[in-house]
C-alpha cells in the first residue's frame, strides 16, 4: 500500500536465503514496458545514487536501503519508492530521513517505508556484524514484491 509505514514482524515464516540469490532474483525482474526504464534498488550509498536516479526520472521503481536524499530531491520524484530502514542507524539522521520521506508523500509520490527494530546500518549484510537475518530476509521478500508489483507489466 502506498503511503503505508510498517515496523517489521519478525516471525517465523521469514525463510533464510543468501543476499547474493535475492539479488539476482531482483535482477530478473523485468523492466517496466509501458516505460522501458530500469528499476533500481540499492543500500547506503548505493541506495543515496539509486535515489538521485529516482529523482532524474532515469526508473521506474527504486528501493533504498538506509538511505536518503534532501526534500528538494524528493519534490522531483515521481516513481515508486520503497525504503527500508534501520531502527539504530548511526549513519542516517532519523530526522532527515522523516523530512525525505515527508517531501515525497507531499510530492503525491508513493512511498513504502519500513523500519526494522533493533537493527543498525547494514542490517540487511550478512556480511558484517550487523547483518540481521530475519531482518534481511523480510527486507529482500518486500523488496521482491515492490519491484514485481511495480514493473509487471
Do not use: K
Request: glycine letters at 8%; hydrophobic letters at 40%; a negative charge.
Amino acid at each position: 500500500m502506498f503511503g503505508s509505514r510498517d515496523q517489521c514482524s519478525l516471525g517465523s515464516s521469514c525463510r533464510p536465503s543468501s543476499y547474493g540469490a535475492s539479488s539476482s532474483q531482483i535482477s530478473a525482474i523485468p523492466p517496466c514496458r509501458s516505460l522501458q526504464l530500469p528499476s533500481q534498488r540499492s543500500s547506503s550509498l548505493g541506495g543515496n545514487l539509486v535515489l538521485h536516479a529516482a529523482r532524474e526520472g532515469t526508473v521506474d521503481a527504486v528501493v533504498a536501503y538506509y538511505a536518503a536524499r534532501s526534500e528538494a530531491d524528493a519534490a522531483r520524484t515521481r516513481c515508486p519508492v520503497q525504503l527500508h530502514l534501520a531502527e539504530n542507524d548511526d549513519l542516517e539522521d532519523p530526522d532527515d530521513l522523516a523530512a525525505y520521506v515527508a517531501a515525497l508523500e507531499a510530492a503525491g509520490t508513493p512511498v513504502d517505508v519500513f523500519t526494522y527494530p533493533g537493527t543498525g546500518h547494514s542490517f540487511a549484510n550478512l556480511d558484517v556484524p550487523l547483518g540481521d537475518a530475519a531482518a534481511a530476509d523480510v527486507a529482500r521478500s518486500r523488496t521482491l514484491g515492490f519491484l514485481r508489483a511495480r514493473l509487471a507489466g
